[in-house]
């Protein structure tokens, strides 16, 4: 079975560019999680969706940042503009709601310059 | 927050045994996750505990006590693929929130 499918692996660009990243989430899993990871901060939950419906963006940064999950299997996240600070990897993870265990995909490794 | 201190790094020998732990200042959570990230790879997924005691799962066994504020995950019989970043993570609903994660070298 296909993990969780995120794309594009690595990404750089200029400060002020837009940037989306995304995801597909394993087929039958419900819920989907964006986190940032950096050295400064770990690994932090920015947003999640129950049955694609956003729940808790309490962890998104700031208005610069969006997501949406239009259907079960697919969900982007949107910076613009981007900012050098927003440089991390960012993961992608989906679960069922039955179940605990997360499952991340590879990441995306940003740099803003 | 939720306060949750593990040591930064930590080094161990090949073929020993090691516990990584995990201390935290809340309540209230469904239960406590232990996960493995290699250098450059995703987390994936070790343990979980909802009840307190050991969960034990090949050469890697996991601990929970709540009234102590605390957790270990022990590692026995070390090999070098062992060397990675261990991540406590509490469960409170669908949400994870992680520590800082510890740095394990293991040498040969």
């Known amino acids: 079975d296909a993990g969780v499918i995120q794309s594009p692996r690595h990404e750089v660009t200029e400060m002020g560019q837009e940037v989306t990243l995304r995801c597909k989430p394993i087929?039958?899993?419900?819920?989907l999680f964006w986190y940032r990871q950096t050295m400064m901060r770990g690994l932090e939950l920015l947003i999640y969706?129950?049955?694609?419906?956003?729940?808790?963006d309490s962890g998104m940064p700031e208005d610069r940042f969006s997501a949406k999950m239009p259907n079960a299997s697919f969900s982007t996240l949107k910076i613009q503009p981007s900012e050098p600070r927003d440089s991390a990897v960012y993961f992608c993870?989906?679960?069922?709601?039955?179940?605990?265990?997360?499952?991340f995909g590879p990441g995306t490794r940003l740099t803003v310059l | 927050g939720q306060n949750i201190d593990q040591p930064t790094e930590m080094t161990a020998t090949e073929g020993a045994i090691v516990q990584i732990n995990c201390t935290y200042q809340t309540s209230g959570f469904n239960g406590l996750f232990w996960y493995q990230q290699h250098a450059g790879e995703a987390p994936t997924f070790l343990s979980y505990n909802v009840l307190d005691g050991l969960e034990e799962k090949g050469r890697f066994s996991s601990f929970l006590s709540r009234s102590k504020g605390y957790s270990y995950l022990l590692l026995k019989e070390l090999q070098m693929k062992d060397s990675a970043s261990y991540l406590c993570a509490l469960e409170y609903g669908n949400k994870l929130v992680f520590g800082a994660g510890t740095i394990l070298r293991v040498k040969s």
């Open positions: 087929s039958g899993h419900n819920s």
């Open positions: 969706f129950n049955n694609n419906v956003p729940i808790d």
């Open positions: 993870a989906s679960k069922r709601s039955s179940y605990n265990e997360q499952f």
